[in-house]
């Protein structure tokens, strides 16, 4: 019984001998830093610096394109501010005065003015001339 128990043992320390020895190997594959998992994690850490770099960069042009837009907004508003003004200051002017107030009919409104054109003939003598 003594001897079943010490070659049991035995192949236990064996099996353990060669379990450690496969994770030895793994483990020096996976901190290689060309091939194994260690060169991939060093290549997303550098991704990762790259990316903050960039996100830094972006993050302060869209703080300069909103500080730009503020301003152009604000600029907008006070332009739009005195075209209010000057809008509302058109409504206090007077009226035309009306010098044909006898044409006017009976609703009293005036009618509408239309534009005559005049042709001329030119005569043969002011064509040569002009030549």
Do not use: W
């Not at 869209?62 to 075209?83: F, I, W, Y």
Request: charged share 25%; proline share 2%; glycine share 6%.
């Amino acid at each position: 019984m003594q001897l079943i128990a010490d070659i049991l043992l035995a192949s236990g320390a064996f099996g353990a001998a060669i379990y450690c020895y496969i994770l030895a190997r793994r483990l020096k594959k996976l901190q290689t830093l060309e091939t194994g998992m260690g060169g991939a994690i060093a290549v997303l850490s550098s991704q990762v610096d790259d990316m903050t770099r960039v996100l830094e960069k972006a993050r302060g042009a869209a703080d300069h394109q909103a500080k730009s837009l503020d301003s152009l907004t604000q600029r907008g508003e006070g332009v739009a501010a005195r075209l209010e003004l000057l809008l509302a200051s058109m409504h206090d002017l007077p009226d035309a005065p009306k010098s044909n107030a006898a044409k006017s009919d009976s609703s009293g409104h005036e009618p509408e003015k239309r534009l005559r054109f005049v042709r001329r003939k030119l005569s043969h003598d002011n064509l040569e001339a002009a030549e």
